[in-house]
């Protein structure tokens, strides 16, 4: 089935070309993390923008707050939020993969210790 | 380092003798791995040439199927680099070497135990091949299974799982082949049995590391064997020489 060396050298190829998009797991923590500081700042800004804008008498002075608090902060809360949900879920899925492999394997192993006497069973009956 | 172990302990990495470095198809660099805070893996230098067998030999818990995982991608190196074909692949997954041609059988069982023999090997066609192509090739190899291609794989005896397993691995058309333990709790006639295949599918071109504790039939096929202690390779040489070191190992007089 291996028709070497064609086999080989399209195992090269494949392989320079492969991309490696999965981030290690620090990087991943890393965008966790930026996601949290996103929406903490995100909250901080509005909050400086409200009291900014309720403090001033001046329209134009409180529009500005407006948008440089409450738009910018809540850019920052929707990405953040983005960003937590798309590194923790990976996370969280990875994790559910594996503890669903674990314990197809144990059910597996249940079932056929159950065949196994079953298959007893028959053999004293007859 | 476990200091009940001090022969291992003051292990030191091995030279690699020039002909591996040729044209390496898996090689590793200074390879790091830890589980948890606890690290295994010591500085692990490897490099399997094309179209070799390398035996990675040594005793239990030196790291040998941590090795496997890291080469596979299955788990992150701490630090150094895993490469492929010259490429350097620390961060792809399993599934894409594997998809590409990289197959590994781990320590255990890689089949469905609550499927036949046939079913086991229909699920190798993913990879595009005719179920009775897969069949044609497995049964030539293990004529055994033939003959039990209907019965539940997980009744099956040990070696016949494990000629099972080894024949999804090659449906699959593997360029580098990773073997974890394969004689593990199977009868000595049953091991030949296995390692004649091993060598078979060498002949082909395919390159191998197979991992065992006990190597006598391994070092019949392999081209390279390597010794493994705490963490680290401490020997790489051609079969023939490493055998009375091995034995040094176990016995554990370094
Ligand atoms: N999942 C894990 N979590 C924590 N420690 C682990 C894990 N797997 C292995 N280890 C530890 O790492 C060390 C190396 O294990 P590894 O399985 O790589 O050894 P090995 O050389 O394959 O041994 P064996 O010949 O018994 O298969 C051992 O001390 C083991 O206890
Ligand atoms: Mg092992």
Avoid at chain 2, 81 to 105: D, F
Avoid at chain 2, 204 to 213: A, F, K
């Amino acid at each position: 089935m291996n028709e070497n060396p064609q086999r080989v050298e399209e195992f090269r190829e494949a392989i320079s070309e492969m991309k490696i998009s999965h981030p290690p797991p620090a990087v991943e923590r890393a965008y966790l993390w930026l996601g949290v500081i996103g929406v903490a700042v995100g909250f901080v800004l509005i909050v400086m923008g409200y009291n900014g804008a309720a403090t001033t008498e001046f329209t134009p002075e409180a529009v500005s707050y407006l948008i440089s608090g409450g738009v910018v902060g809540l850019a920052l809360i929707v990405v953040g939020v983005g960003l937590f949900l798309r590194y923790s879920m990976a996370r969280f899925q990875r994790f559910w993969l594996l503890r669903d492999i674990f314990e197809q394997r144990a059910q597996t192993d249940r079932i056929i210790q159950v065949l196994e006497r079953i298959e007893k069973l028959d053999i004293e009956i007859e | 380092m476990d200091p009940r172990q001090p022969s291992e302990a003051n292990a030191r990495a091995a030279a690699m003798p020039p002909e591996l470095m040729q044209d390496p198809l898996l090689e590793l660099e200074a390879v790091t791995a830890a589980y948890g805070r606890i690290q295994v893996l010591n500085g692990v230098d490897l490099a399997v040439p094309a179209g070799t067998v390398l035996a990675l030999l040594g005793p239990n818990g030196g790291g040998k199927s941590t090795t496997l995982k890291v080469a596979s991608c299955q788990m992150e190196p701490t630090s150094g680099r895993v490469k492929i074909a010259g490429r350097t692949v620390n961060g792809a997954t399993s599934e894409q070497l594997a998809e590409l041609g990289v197959c590994t059988i781990p320590e255990g069982r890689g089949i469905f135990a609550n499927l036949t023999v046939r079913e086991n090997l229909e699920l190798a066609t993913y990879t595009g091949k005719s179920l009775s192509a897969i069949e044609d090739r497995t049964y030539s190899f293990f004529p055994r299974l033939a003959e039990r291609r209907h019965q539940l794989a997980g009744t099956m005896s040990g070696g016949e799982q494990q000629m099972l397993s080894m024949s999804r691995a090659l449906s699959s058309d593997p360029v580098l082949l990773m073997l974890d333990e394969l004689s593990m709790g199977l009868a000595p006639l049953v091991v030949e049995e296995l390692y004649a295949v091993v060598s078979q599918v060498a002949g082909e071109g395919v390159s191998i590391l197979v991992v065992e504790q006990f190597a006598r039939t391994v070092l019949g096929v392999a081209d390279w064997a390597a010794i493994m202690l705490g963490g680290r390779i401490t020997r790489v040489g051609p079969p023939g020489e490493l055998e009375q070191e091995l034995t040094a190992a176990y016995l554990g007089d370094r």
